[in-house]
């Protein structure tokens, strides 16, 4: 099997990882892109084999090779509030992302996101680097298929930027922009001022989709309407509950728009608490909670919102950014 040199990006969120890769010995434009739940589980849990897209994973740079399930939503352990970065759920699923998008004996050149705390401080970073990313060889087994790769170049970039890699084009030197990525936990504020990012005006909250799908879910139940989060998610998109109680379900829509209204009244809060100009900033929303309450945003914010052209789009912006941002780095090494 023919050996290539591949370019990885992973942006490992609380919701979905989302990897874009990248075979550079075929044209730039063969960029590919792949997602999975951030849910693992033991080996030894039962039922996994009536739940589509699990695989069963193990690496020689976890815990001695320890097999654990992957690739389910349903799977037990789940990126949760008090989830870090640095932590074994991201390295398992960094790791498997990489291996299910390589071929045997590839090399790989990896770049990954991390909080804009551990970024500014370098120890932090390359501490995050190291756990996350072992560099060189790697042995993975896929469902009892053997893989292996190797790991060579590693950058660690900072969460919420890689949307101006992706998209630079729309940062001119005259024109003031945040770049707000609503991700399913965090909020990420970016601020970008002559076309620089100032990391040091960013800002951080917990106010991603997972906020927004609580409060609904709070005020669903208190009329007696009860939906897990994918069907809050349905629900928002269609504008209402489907229920079986034609009452119910007409109050809903007034639920659901109380609910969103209340959530962008939390953005707008936010934006204005970070930026004293924010009343002429271009505002650039990404992640894939903007692009759910893309016409909310609109409504509220007018002309200066701007978002991806889809929702794959909106979720995929940073690895695509992260991914770009080593492109160019490696291709300046070899044409300085």
Not at 21 to 28: A, E, G
Not at 248 to 271: D, F, G, P, R, T
Not at 284 to 304: D, I, K, M, N, V
Request: with cysteine; hydrophobic share 35%; glycine share 8%.
């Amino acid at each position: 099997m023919q050996k290539n040199n591949i370019i990885a990006a992973i942006d490992s969120g609380k919701s979905d990882v989302k990897i874009c890769t990248l075979d550079t010995n075929l044209s730039s434009e063969a960029l590919e892109r792949d997602c999975f739940p951030t849910c693992i589980g033991d080996d030894k849990i039962g039922g996994t084999d009536l739940l589509p897209g699990v695989d069963t994973f193990s690496c020689d740079a976890i815990e001695n090779g320890r097999k654990y399930k992957i690739g389910s939503s349903k799977l037990p352990i789940k990126a949760d509030d008090n989830y870090s970065k640095k932590s074994l759920i991201n390295k398992i699923c960094t790791l498997y992302g990489i291996a299910r998008n390589v071929n045997d004996g590839d090399t790989v050149d990896v770049v990954i996101g991390c909080p804009i705390s551990i970024f500014l401080d370098n120890s932090l970073r390359r501490e995050y680097c190291n756990y996350i990313l072992p560099k060189g060889l790697v042995n993975c087994t896929i469902n009892g298929n053997k893989k292996t790769f190797i790991i060579g170049k590693r950058l660690v970039c900072a969460e919420a930027i890689g949307y101006i890699n992706s998209h630079p084009e729309y940062f001119r030197a005259d024109i003031d922009a945040a770049i707000v990525d609503i991700g399913s936990l965090n909020m990420n504020m970016t601020t970008v001022h002559n076309g620089i990012i100032e990391i040091d005006q960013s800002h951080t909250n917990k106010y991603g989709g997972r906020h927004l799908i609580a409060d609904l879910q709070r005020r669903l139940k208190d009329c007696d309407i009860q939906l897990s989060d994918e069907q809050v998610i349905d629900s928002i998109i269609r504008g209402h509950a489907r229920q079986h109680d034609p009452e119910k379900e007409n109050h809903s829509i007034e639920l659901i728009a109380e609910a969103v209204n209340s959530y962008i009244n939390l953005i707008e809060k936010e934006l204005k608490q970070c930026w004293k100009n924010y009343d002429s900033m271009e505002l650039y929303f990404t992640g894939g909670t903007s692009f759910l309450l893309r016409t909310a945003l609109e409504e509220r914010f007018r002309g200066f919102s701007h978002f991806g052209s889809s929702y794959d789009d909106a979720r995929f912006a940073n690895a695509e950014g992260f991914m770009w941002n080593l492109w160019r780095k490696i291709n300046e090494e070899v044409n300085p």
